[in-house]
């Protein structure tokens, strides 16, 4: 029969045994034979000593299942620890492991690159970020109101006519015809104050197709509002547009033109980035801008009070008072800075998948 004295020793030897197992354990796997092996109810080491404890006498078996309950306490605290331990270590060796290093080289895909208008898109929207304005989506699927009605065209506009665009019968929505309507959408949320700095881009529908036109294609229009915006602030940031995505050599111009949201209005004219501004070429007058010098680039102008009071009488209420605020949009076509960028005269090259003309682009 053991003494109180035998029972003590034998846990202090269990934990040294214990301690000693535990300290070659390298992974969370490793924890439960270990907890089997001294822990465990049926063939656990501490378990055979517990049931020994009856053979002790009366007086003396209070003191030393305390002794062995102790022993049990530490090393379910040191199982504790020692799994919270490998966790952490695991997690390190993984962070380490994946650990991105931001200096490395940049490498192209094994497979595949990005579309040549996904290229232009982001490069513009960079260009507008960095001058300070927010990217805002709107729905490609847009009621009357905010795609023509907002922007002062009303149902016997002219310039509808100009903008035919797929309906979706019986349910009184269509498919936008421009990104305006996002800038109505965005003035809409009363969260936004009088002052105003987005760009929308995204695909916009009409019923044309030809070489130059697309039923499906995209735009990318800004709009700007606050108090003692004027048309130098419009040219400013266009010529500093132009000049950031083509070159400060080539020279901008604007002429006066016509949108029914815009008043004034002015077309912006880019120096023929093909034939140098000559309108032609060794081989002949300059296809890409038609001999003239000059290449269309994108229309803006100020922005048409009744836009402000359309949007205040949809608010019921004065968020835009058209005395106090002015601002300036512009718009356009995603396609047609690619068009002139590698000089492409056909827009459907873009949307026919023809591996022999997307693969001469890197991206």
């Not at 907002?150 to 509808?160: E, G, I, Q, S, T």
């Not at 700007?224 to 419009?234: D, P």
């Not at 009071?309 to 690619?338: C, H, K, Q, S």
Request: aromatic residues 8%; charged residues 25%; hydrophobic residues 40%.
């Amino acid at each position: 029969m053991d003494s109180i004295e035998q029972v003590r020793e034998k846990a202090r030897a269990l934990l040294a045994e214990f301690d000693s197992a535990a300290a070659v354990a390298m992974d969370p796997a490793s924890l439960q034979p270990l907890r089997d092996r001294f822990l465990g109810r049926k063939s656990g080491a501490l378990s055979a000593l517990l049931k020994s404890l009856g053979q002790l006498p009366d007086a003396d078996r209070r003191e030393a299942g305390q002794e062995l309950n102790a022993a049990k306490a530490a090393m379910e605290e040191r199982l504790e620890a020692l799994g919270a331990g490998l966790d952490e270590r695991r997690r390190d060796d993984s962070l380490r492991r994946d650990r991105l290093d931001p200096t490395l080289p940049g490498r192209h895909p094994f497979v595949g690159r990005r579309h040549p208008l996904t290229v232009v898109r982001e490069e513009l929207e960079n260009i507008f970020v960095s001058m300070g304005y927010e990217v805002f989506d709107g729905p490609e699927v847009e009621d009357d109101y905010h795609n023509f009605e907002a922007l002062n065209m009303p149902p016997d506009h002219p310039a509808r006519d100009m903008q035919d665009t797929f309906s979706l019968e019986g349910s009184g929505l269509l498919l936008r015809t421009h990104t305006s309507s996002a800038q109505i959408h965005y003035m809409l949320e009363n969260e936004h104050p009088p002052e105003v700095r987005i760009i929308c881009p995204g695909k916009v529908f009409r019923r044309d197709s030809d070489v130059t036109h697309s039923p499906m294609f995209q735009q990318i229009e800004g709009l700007v509002v606050g108090k003692g915006i004027h048309l130098g602030h419009l040219k400013g940031t266009i010529e500093a547009f132009l000049h950031a995505l083509f070159g400060e050599e080539y020279p901008v111009r604007f002429r006066a033109s016509y949108f029914p949201y815009t008043e004034p209005s002015v077309e912006a004219d880019l120096g023929c980035i093909v034939c140098g501004g000559s309108g032609r070429l060794s081989t002949g007058p300059c296809r890409i801008c038609k001999a003239t010098g000059w290449l269309e680039i994108l229309g803006s102008g100020m922005v048409n009070p009744a836009v402000f009071e359309a949007v205040n009488a949809r608010l019921g209420r004065v968020a835009y008072d058209p005395e106090e605020v002015t601002g300036f949009a512009f718009g356009l076509g995603i396609e047609r800075v690619a068009m002139v960028r590698h000089g492409i005269d056909d827009i459907r090259l873009f949307y026919e998948n023809d591996l022999r003309f997307l693969e001469q682009f890197a991206s």
